[in-house]
């Protein structure tokens, strides 16, 4: 940086491993990134959408077309693929379902936007657009959605059913949503100001191999697959006095190494009765509480069970973090984390029994005041189990947000066309080159029908020519049956979705196009990992976007 610089000699400012995409070029690499992401979820959409199979570096195998799990398994390093995968993230924490659409969508709205870049429109008159747009479609789908009550059980059943469609958990919709609703329904209270509050934090899910995933049931209280430390301690307790420890029942190690000296047969003795004096002390304190059964998170000493089982109590230890938790909410009792500090206040109260035939532990609350439940899923394999599970917990949340949110709209591409037809119409009042951003959204949105229909086998043209015609005779409902080929009522039809989850998937999706779009520079200390042309002098990278874990070609395919 010492030398003379001569006129029109660039300024050197950056290392030698730098590298930096600039203006138009670094919009075509960020639009490319993001819909790379975008292609690689879009197959699993709707109740023909197909499955991924993702291998990680361990070699642990996950099967599922849950959006968020695919982009969260993926190995993605490139820093705008990020921050569309922070889309579905964010999707499935405020809505708990949706997230394929959100990708999609945002993957489509920078692909227009694209096309609007090349028409030189500024990416700031874009954004403009892409924002009056957003807001728009939110206010509409407010106007589109329709209430629903808590108690409108039928109706609740079907957004469980249309959130599992597609889903492995599709083959036994019907038992699971019954299920769904009702686990929901226990732990909904009503607020002073007439609103619903569903806590699902009393909501527990566990799984279990070897059964068929039509023997799935709702339990009242919670379920631990744990066994008793001892075989002499008693399983079935009326009322019992319930113990949370957090603490080993252990002989205490010392901080750091010690070194013990022994040079008789009388010396190890005495050490071995200080231990044993040591484990007796702490099975009494657990004695003088009053506890009957004990749910410990670490471990607990041979002996110590021994002592336990001779006092009638019942110890069960490793258990999970998150059953101690739902134990204290279930109980009312408190997480003891020292032996010497324990009051009888702190034990909680709950009736206990033992199924032999699954060897799990019934634990049922006592008081008009404990709320909680739990799912028991059943699969064959773990495989199944686990996307089970993931798709009875998307369900779980989006019929939890629609009791809280109390509004349900048309599925099946219903609402999408509606709003697109609705923004069309607004786009002709927007002014100066924003109005052809509002209209690149409604066509962003109509993607999810295309989608639908592509994934079903069907004509998407066709498809949608047929939706836009129903929908401009006036039938907001209108939707695709993708096992029929037809466009009818999709409320009629039982697929219903939660308005919730429709507006933060268009709020999301917009706002991650935004975020992308208004990038015009992009520096990076190291390798971007482009994959692209060399040649190409802090040009755009020309093979789409490496950096995704192998997924180098994705972008290029687009």
């Known amino acids: 940086m010492s030398q003379r610089m001569q006129q029109g000699q660039p300024m050197i400012i950056m290392g030698e491993d730098a590298q930096r995409v600039k203006d138009r070029d670094a919009q075509a690499y960020n639009i490319r990134a993001a819909r790379a992401v975008a292609e690689a979820v879009r197959s699993t959409l709707g109740p023909k959408g197909m499955d991924k199979m993702l291998v990680d570096s361990m070699g642990d195998v996950t099967i599922t077309n849950d959006g968020v799990t695919i982009l969260k398994e993926m190995d ?6 990020e921050m569309i995968v922070e889309v579905a993230e964010t999707q499935e924490d405020e809505a708990g379902d949706g997230t394929t659409t959100a990708v999609a969508i945002a993957g489509e709205l920078l692909k227009n936007a694209e096309d609007l870049l090349e028409q030189d429109i500024h990416p700031t008159a874009i954004i403009r657009g892409f924002n009056l747009a957003s807001e728009k479609a939110r206010e509409e789908i407010d106007d589109i959605a329709e209430s629903v009550e808590p108690d409108d059980e039928d109706l609740l059943k079907k957004v469980a059913e249309t959130s599992m469609t597609g889903k492995s958990s599709e083959l036994n919709k019907e038992l699971l949503a019954d299920l769904i609703v009702r ?3 226990q732990v909904t209270v009503e607020a002073h100001d007439g609103s619903h509050v569903v806590d699902l934090e009393n909501i527990s899910i ?7 995933a039509s023997e799935s049931e709702l339990l009242t209280g919670a379920v631990i697959d744990k066994d008793p430390v001892h075989d002499d301690m008693p399983t079935q307790f009326d009322e019992a006095d319930i113990l949370l420890l957090n603490e080993p029942v252990e002989v205490e190690e010392t901080d750091i190494d010690t070194n013990v000296s022994i040079e008789s047969p009388d010396q190890l003795q005495k050490f071995l009765d200080q231990e044993e004096a040591q484990l007796k002390s ?3 304190q657990i004695v003088e509480s009053g506890a009957d059964v004990v749910f410990c998170q670490k471990g607990i000493d041979d002996l110590a069970q021994h002592y336990l089982a001779k006092e009638g109590i019942l110890a069960v230890r490793r258990t999970k973090k998150s059953d101690i938790k739902f134990l204290k909410n279930l109980t009312g009792a408190a997480v003891v984390s020292d032996l010497d500090s324990i009051e009888a206040a702190d034990l909680g109260r709950a009736s206990i029994r033992r199924d032999s035939n699954d060897d799990l532990f019934y634990v049922e609350g006592i008081g008009d005041d404990i709320h909680g439940v739990t799912l028991l899923l059943r699969g064959s394999t773990d495989h199944v189990v686990d996307e089970l599970e993931r798709g009875v917990q998307d369900a779980l949340d989006v019929v939890a947000s629609t009791v809280a949110d109390g509004r349900v709209l048309a599925g099946g591409g219903a609402i999408e066309v509606e709003l697109a037809s609705r923004l069309r119409n607004y786009a002709d009042s927007v ?3 924003e109005q052809l ?4 959204f409604a066509d962003a949105l109509e993607l999810v029908p295309r989608v639908l229909a592509e994934n079903a086998g069907l004509d998407s043209i066709d498809t949608l020519v047929d939706l836009r015609a129903a929908h401009e005779e006036g039938q907001v409902r209108a939707g695709l049956n993708v096992f029929t080929g037809e466009v009818e009522d999709a409320f009629e039809a ?5 308005a919730h989850a429709k507006e933060q998937a268009v709020a999301s999706a917009s706002e991650a196009a935004n975020l992308v779009l208004k990038i015009d520079d992009i520096i990076a200390a190291g390798d971007l990992s482009t994959g ?3 040649d190409d002098e802090g040009g755009a990278p020309a093979g789409g976007m490496g950096g995704m874990g192998g997924m180098g070609g994705m972008g290029g395919a687009m």
């Open 76 to 81: 993605i390093d490139n820093p705008t693929a």
């Open 183 to 185: 686990a929901v329904k």
């Open 206 to 212: 566990e799984t279990q191999t070897g059964r068929s």
């Open 282 to 284: 702490k099975v009494e």
């Open 431 to 433: 002014s100066g080159r």
């Open 437 to 440: 951003a509002v209209e690149a």
């Open 494 to 498: 039982g697929v219903v979705e939660t």
């Open 532 to 534: 692209g042309n060399d």
